[in-house]
């Protein structure tokens, strides 16, 4: 899914490119100028939320970065760690072991 997700922004950004190199226009621009009203508006929203997606990813996976780490030392300190390893790196390592 992240390789077809790259692939697809490499895409928008050549056609991005050949419209400003053609036009002197970049999308935003040209969206304004040759939609109509009513088309500006439900394209700009898709385009602010996923801008805001693309933002949160970063310090949301710090977030659950540092939880999952302060859960495992905290558990590991009662001694429940090595059961919590073993079921914690399981799956997460069988996607590793399948060719």
């Not at 790259?6 to 050549?14: C, F, R």
């Not at 100028?33 to 933002?55: Q, S, Y």
């Not at 710090?62 to 799956?91: E, K």
Request: with cysteine.
């Amino acid at each position: 899914m992240v390789a077809l997700s790259s692939l697809m922004a490499v895409l928008l950004q050549s056609l991005c490119c050949r419209l400003g190199i053609a036009t002197g226009l970049d999308l935003a621009q040209a969206c304004r100028r040759l939609l109509p009203r009513g088309w500006v508006i439900p394209l700009w929203l898709p385009a602010e939320v996923a801008i805001v997606a693309c933002g949160l990813t970063l310090p949301v996976g710090v977030l659950v970065t540092a939880f999952d780490t302060v859960v495992l030392l905290g558990l590991q300190r009662f001694g429940a760690g090595a059961r919590v390893r073993r079921w914690v790196s399981g799956p997460s390592a069988s996607p590793l072991s399948i060719r």
